[in-house]
């Protein structure tokens, strides 16, 4: 499971449908943020503070010229006619990008932009972009449910706040592929084959969602590539009337927010990179490393279940390890024999769904006590109803049984961004026990997730780089010491390689830090986004 985030989904939900307190949504990637994509699809998250050698990794990201084209002038000079979004407060518009920036008059994409106007009476510091990761989740919801509500009010006093749907994302003409019923087949396959049969069934999914994707997405799917929607970044800059881009990215976002200072390091302005991916890794590598993170954050719930009264994995004094192989069998037992989980479609959980349901808990530790509900429902009442409502939520998949197109838009981001982790299922076969060792629980699970875009459609056109961005206004990148989703390394990583980087650390759980309630992350973060201050080199936060 590549997974920058979360995929999936905002880098600020809580549980049912996203993940954080009402001021915050229950990320991945959102998503992250989001992958953060469950065990069928790839979201990358790039990695660990060693720098790949050899034809795994490039030289430093290339900054693109000052002078703008004039190709591309029309679209850097275009104005944004703004209208009511029927969200009290906020704005939206469309803003067109040339699909392809090689060739600018070969046609454009529509984007999708919405702001909230700065709210107080002193000057204003000019717009601060936000994006939550995924890649796949919607900026824009992300802006209307957190940001533009619940960031700092201090922040919103001097920013425009501002969010747009990367291309092939949510608003923004949206990357498709499988429909609704297709998707719950999807979601459902065996994504840990015992037999031939078994792994046949799962390269054959495969293959139909990558087929899907090309047949309904054709015309987009060459060009969702994050260093194109970076270069959508600059345009929106532009025209919101900004010298410099202004910007907080969690999840994925960090990945989108450095690509943009390593193509523009001139025009950085203020950037916050929170749970941050190292873009030197390959897509093996940030898969075997995030399998490593889940693992960790595993590690830690484990250790908060067996002190409870309800934990349904052990009692006081069951190790770590014990849990995981208590969670291990129910997951066979699983995989055997599904269990009900109500509703009106009679839908039962199994294996690959349930696990689904525990690693987007590892996302947000205020989701545990609901993990330990779920997990006590399915193992002693025989009732999968709240495991399958947090895989749901993973999904992105809502009551009527529709998705979003975070998991679409995820894959096709991921498999344009680096070539496949994976050939074919005999190089998963291989690389099993490593990953079984990095993660007993999510190991064999994860390495076969990590196949998917052996198949895609489309040949990839980026590859794992170092991204120095010379020359840029210092950037503030922020890890957290137990992420799951983004493991510590990967910011120190990236915050080494940028030349300007200032790494943030908070010591704890969860994926990302900024609006989690750490007084001093946040301090030092809106300290920073309001007087361009970062913190001091090596600050660490508990």
């Keep these: ?38 065990l069928l699809v790839s979201a990358c998250s790039p990695g660990n503070s060693t720098t ?80 939550p990761g995924g890649p796949g989740g919607s900026a824009i919801d992300y802006l209307q449910s957190y940001a533009g509500v619940g960031y700092p009010a201090g922040v919103r006093a001097r920013y425009d ?27 459902q396959t065996d994504s840990t084959p015992d037999d031939q049969k ?18 309904h997405s054709a015309r987009l799917l060459r060009h969702v590539s994050t260093v194109e ?37 001139g025009r950085v302005g203020r950037l916050v990179l929170d749970g941050a991916m190292d873009p030197s890794l390959d897509a093996r590598r940030l898969n075997l490393d995030q ?42 037992k699983l995989d055997a024999h599904p269990v009900p989980a109500g ?42 109803a709240g495991l399958l409502a947090l895989s749901d939520s993973y999904f992105e998949r809502d009551s009527d049984g529709h998705y979003s197109n975070l998991m679409m838009a995820n894959a096709a981001v991921n498999c344009l961004d680096l070539p496949p982790a994976f050939a074919g299922p005999e190089q998963v076969e291989k690389a099993l026990p490593e990953f079984e060792k990095a993660s007993p629980v999510f190991g064999k699970g994860l390495a076969w997730a990590s196949l998917n875009c052996a198949y895609w ?31 510590y390394p990967w910011a120190r990583s990236l915050a080494r390689q940028l030349s300007s980087g200032r790494l943030l650390t908070y010591v704890g759980d969860g994926h990302t830090a900024y609006g989690r309630g750490s007084t001093c992350i946040d301090s030092a973060i809106d300290t920073y986004l309001l007087h361009g201050t970062p913190p001091a080199e090596g600050k660490r936060c508990s």
């Design 161 to 187: 706040m501002v969010a747009m749907d990367p291309r092939g994302v949510a608003r923004s003409e949206p990357v498709e592929c499988l429909g609704r019923r297709q998707m719950d087949t999807y979601t």
């Design 291 to 332: 399998t490593a993170g889940f693992e960790t954050a595993f590690q830690a719930f484990a250790k908060d279940c067996v002190r409870q009264p309800d934990c349904p994995l052990g009692g006081k004094g069951t190790t770590p390890a014990q849990v995981g192989e208590h969670l291990q069998a129910f997951f066979r």
């Design 343 to 384: 509703g009106a479609e009679h839908r039962k959980l199994g294996e690959s769904l349930a696990t689904t349901g525990v690693i987007a808990a590892m996302y947000d530790q205020g989701t545990w006590e609901q993990l330990r509900d779920a997990l006590t429902s399915a193992m002693k009442k025989n009732d999968g």
């Design 229 to 265: 929607a970076a270069r959508d970044m600059d345009i929106l800059r532009a025209v919101l009337g900004d010298s410099r881009l202004n910007y907080v990215g969690a999840s994925y976002g960090t990945f989108l927010g450095a690509t943009y200072a390593g193509l523009f390091p």
């Design 52 to 131: 790949p050698s050899g034809d795994t990794a490039q030289a430093a990201l290339v900054a693109l010229p000052r002078a703008t084209p004039s190709a591309l002038s029309p679209y850097y000079t275009q104005k944004l006619h703004w209208r009511s979004c029927g969200v009290p407060g906020f704005q939206c518009a469309t803003m067109k990008a040339p699909l392809d920036y090689a060739m600018p008059g070969s046609g454009d994409v529509r984007l999708a932009v919405a702001r909230k106007k700065a709210t107080g009476k002193a000057k204003p510091l000019g717009s601060l972009l936000v994006n």
């Design 198 to 215: 078994e792994t046949n069934a799962l390269v054959g999914a495969y293959e139909k969602f990558a087929e899907s994707c090309g047949e």
């Design 457 to 487: 459609p489309v040949k990839a056109t980026g590859e794992p780089h170092r991204i120095e961005a010379k020359g840029a206004a210092p950037i503030v990148v922020v890890g957290t010491t137990r992420d799951p989703a983004t493991p």
């Design 1 to 38: 499971m590549q997974t920058w985030s979360s995929p999936r989904r905002n880098p600020r939900t809580r549980t049912g449908t996203r993940t954080r307190n009402r001021t915050r949504a229950t990320v991945r990637v959102t998503d992250t943020l989001l992958a953060a994509a469950a």
